[in-house]
């Protein structure tokens, strides 16, 4: 069986970076900085233009915790058929209850409205109170994948866990191991956990074209540099891709 990777990408150069790699999916994210928040439906549609990859879209209406309220849930039920409309692989969602549990009635409408396209449920797993039955929930719902840590702050340090959440699942859903995952760990990742899938955004660091150039005035958190950012790398994900897959 073919080891898989997918790509966390946050501009449509990454996702080009990520085919060009060998990645089989995209999870197209905005804001990483936050984690992750739903991206534009222009992002969407381009996404969808590039050759020989999926493309997942997050469905995530703002950073912070998983705990959503009614609008919230309207908003991410939206997004859902917008990306369904336009032709996208799949959704990953999430959302918790305030004790830490599933929110099972706001996954139960983000499912409906995902009417049958791919569903991942995304690292709001890693803060739930108990995993084990977190897992049969999700199961329960339908979902075709889990991406998580094993609870951990990185899938390397979350392999035990990943090994009893594959052996958990016995084929039910598949684990998607993800945080920290890079060529350095990737392959060790798979054999120790027993998944078939890793997810990454092997990025690295590109610097600005812009010739002038007003320093000292940052857009975002004081201090943030607006002449560099990260991108996705072809080299990187090629580099993942055969170590999985060697």
Same mark, same amino acid.
């Given at each position: 069986?073919?080891?898989?990777?997918?790509?966390?990408?946050?501009?449509?150069?990454?996702?080009?970076?990520?085919?060009?790699?060998? =990645?089989?999916?995209?999870?197209?994210?905005? =804001?990483?900085?936050?984690? @992750?928040? !739903?991206?534009? $439906?222009? /992002?969407?549609?381009? =996404?969808?233009?590039?050759? @020989? $990859?999926?493309?997942?879209?997050?469905?995530?209406?703002?950073? @912070?915790? /998983?705990l959503y309220d009614n609008d919230e849930v309207d908003c991410m039920v939206d997004d859902i058929v917008a990306a369904r409309e336009a032709g996208v692989h799949g959704v990953v969602i999430g959302a918790l209850t305030p004790d830490g549990d599933i929110d099972i009635a706001a996954c139960r409408r983000m499912m409906d409205a995902a009417a049958g396209i791919n569903v991942t449920f995304h690292r709001a797993f890693d803060l739930c109170r108990d995993k084990e039955k977190a897992l049969e929930q999700i199961i329960a719902l339908g979902c075709n994948r889990v991406l998580t840590s094993g609870q951990a702050p990185s899938a390397m340090e979350g392999t035990a866990a990943l090994a009893?959440?594959?052996?958990?699942?016995?084929?039910?859903?598949?684990?998607?191991?993800?945080?920290?995952? @890079?060529?350095?760990? =990737?392959?060790?990742?798979?054999?120790?956990s027993? !998944?078939?899938?890793?997810?990454?955004?092997?990025?690295?660091?590109?610097?600005?074209?812009?010739?002038?150039?007003h320093e000292g005035v940052a857009m975002g958190a004081p201090g943030s540099d607006e002449y560099s950012r990260k991108v996705t790398s072809a080299d990187i994900v090629r580099d993942i891709v055969n170590r999985i897959n060697s």
């Open positions: 069986m073919k080891n898989i990777l997918e790509v966390c990408a946050g501009d449509i150069e990454s996702v080009r970076a990520a085919a060009q790699g060998g =990645a089989s999916r995209v999870e197209l994210c905005s =804001a990483l900085g936050e984690g @992750g928040v !739903t991206p534009s $439906i222009g /992002f969407i549609r381009r =996404a969808l233009t590039v050759p @020989g $990859i999926k493309v997942h879209v997050l469905i995530r209406p703002r950073g @912070g915790d /998983f009893q959440l594959v052996k958990q699942a016995a084929g039910r859903i598949t684990i998607l191991a993800g945080a920290g995952v @890079g060529p350095q760990n =990737a392959a060790e990742i798979i054999a120790a027993a !998944t078939n899938e890793v997810h990454a955004s092997a990025r690295h660091s590109v610097d600005s074209n812009m010739r002038y150039r």
